[in-house]
């Protein structure tokens, strides 16, 4: 039977997948870069010292924001859903995309389709934003309801 | 805040424990040690008048409003 806590071990087991997808993505960055720079059609075997310090310092926001995901998870895991301590972790996910959309940003120079994944993580880090400005006034009222006898 | 709760006075007249009390208004000792310490932000009508019903007493011998210094 589907239930929250088996829901949570998904959610878990996907970060872990990312996890190793970025890793991988990082430790192949070289022959990545050669291959796309060749299998590119718009010529960009120039560029390619530029898309793998797009890589490389990517990694930085990306790897923080699994991170913050994976704790994230483990503190609702043990019943720890509306605390200060969980708002915080949303507001440096959310700056975490924001930093990701600036790096695609920045790209931008030497390849344009850089845009979409700035667009991208600039949009989820607007949602997060959202999301965590809603759990912070969850948090007062569950504090208000906490202390209501 | 300038709400003070004289629930232990009260309960200290009616020689009634903290236990006691908790057990025959049906909230817990934490709920109660809440209310006594005045770290209550609210009351429910509920807990107030099961309180007041078993200690045979009025609100206003439970609550008491002192103005704060600066008013």
């Given at each position: 039977?589907?239930?929250?806590?088996?829901?949570?071990?998904?959610?878990?087991?996907?970060?872990?997948?990312?996890?190793?997808?970025?890793?991988?993505?990082?430790?192949?960055?070289?022959?990545?870069?050669?291959?796309?720079?060749?299998?590119?059609?718009?010529?960009?075997?120039?560029?390619?010292?530029?898309?793998?310090?797009?890589?490389?310092?990517?990694?930085?926001?990306?790897?923080?924001?699994?991170?913050?995901?994976?704790?994230?998870?483990?503190?609702?895991?043990?019943?720890?859903?509306?605390?200060?301590?969980?708002?915080?972790?949303?507001?440096?996910?959310?700056?975490?995309?924001?930093?990701?959309?600036?790096?695609?940003?920045?790209?931008?120079?030497?390849?344009?389709?850089?845009?979409?994944?700035?667009?991208?993580?600039?949009?989820?880090?607007?949602?997060?934003?959202?999301?965590?400005?809603?759990?912070?006034?969850?948090?007062?009222?569950?504090?208000?309801?906490d202390y209501i006898v | 805040?300038?709400?003070?709760?004289?629930?232990?006075?009260?309960?200290?007249?009616?020689?009634?424990?903290s236990g006691?009390l908790a057990e025959k208004i049906d909230i817990t000792q934490s709920n109660l040690s809440i209310l006594k310490?005045?770290?209550a932000?609210?009351?429910?009508?509920?807990t107030?008048?099961?309180?007041?019903?078993?200690?045979?007493?009025?609100?206003?011998?439970?609550?008491?409003?002192?103005?704060?210094?600066?008013?």
């Amino acid at each position: 039977m589907w239930n929250g806590e088996k829901s949570i071990i998904l959610t878990k087991l996907c970060i872990v997948i990312f996890m190793g997808l970025l890793l991988a993505v990082v430790v192949s960055a070289p022959w990545l870069t050669d291959w796309f720079t060749d299998v590119s059609q718009a010529g960009q075997g120039e560029n390619r010292a530029y898309f793998m310090a797009t890589i490389y310092v990517g990694f930085v926001p990306a790897a923080y924001l699994l991170y913050s995901l994976f704790k994230l998870l483990r503190r609702i895991e043990t019943g720890q859903v509306f605390t200060a301590e969980n708002v915080e972790l949303l507001r440096r996910i959310s700056w975490t995309c924001f930093a990701g959309a600036a790096v695609a940003l920045i790209s931008l120079f030497y390849y344009t389709p850089w845009a979409f994944v700035a667009i991208a993580a600039a949009f989820m880090g607007l949602i997060v934003r959202v999301v965590k400005n809603v759990v912070a006034q969850a948090v007062e009222l569950k504090n208000e309801a906490d202390y209501i006898v | 805040m300038p709400i003070v709760v004289n629930l232990d006075v009260v309960m200290a007249k009616r020689k009634m424990s903290s236990g006691e009390l908790a057990e025959k208004i049906d909230i817990t000792q934490s709920n109660l040690s809440i209310l006594k310490t005045g770290k209550a932000k609210a009351i429910r009508f509920s807990t107030l008048e099961a309180i007041c019903k078993t200690l045979d007493c009025q609100p206003g011998d439970i609550l008491e409003y002192r103005p704060d210094d600066g008013e």
